[in-house]
């Protein structure tokens, strides 16, 4: 497998919208769960998205009912549509895609900046 390729991210105002992308390579038989994480400046990796092979789909706490998460499984691709973008929401957000096995692969990180 190798690294996930993200794209999308970039520059808005506050109450805007973003829609990330990032594909993966492998089967559709060999990914178990695809998501997107994010790294705010000076703080911790936290949690934004995930959806597993099955379409269970996991959100951190604060972007429910803004951000939702989709996949197309013909082409390995999970997309973050982010609406009403906050400040809070800047950061670099990471694609994670987790293998049969266990493996697990991150992205480079796409920046996504929101301005008040």
């Known amino acids: 497998q190798v690294q996930p390729v993200e794209s999308g991210g970039g520059s808005v105002q506050a109450g805007g919208s973003l829609r990330l992308s990032c594909a993966a390579s492998?089967?559709?038989?060999?990914?178990?769960?695809m998501g997107w994480y994010r790294q705010p400046p000076g703080k911790q990796r936290e949690l934004v998205a995930t959806?597993?092979?099955?379409?269970?789909?996991r959100y951190g706490d604060s972007v429910k009912g803004r951000f939702a998460i989709s996949r197309d499984i013909t082409e390995n691709t999970v997309y973050l549509q982010m609406n009403s973008l906050k400040p809070e929401d800047t950061g670099v957000y990471l694609c994670?895609?987790?293998?049969?096995?266990?493996?697990?692969?991150w992205g480079q990180g796409t920046q996504v900046t929101v301005s008040s």
């Open positions: 959806i597993t092979r099955g379409g269970s789909t």
């Open positions: 492998g089967t559709i038989f060999s990914i178990v769960t």
């Open positions: 994670n895609v987790e293998y049969v096995g266990g493996s697990l692969y």
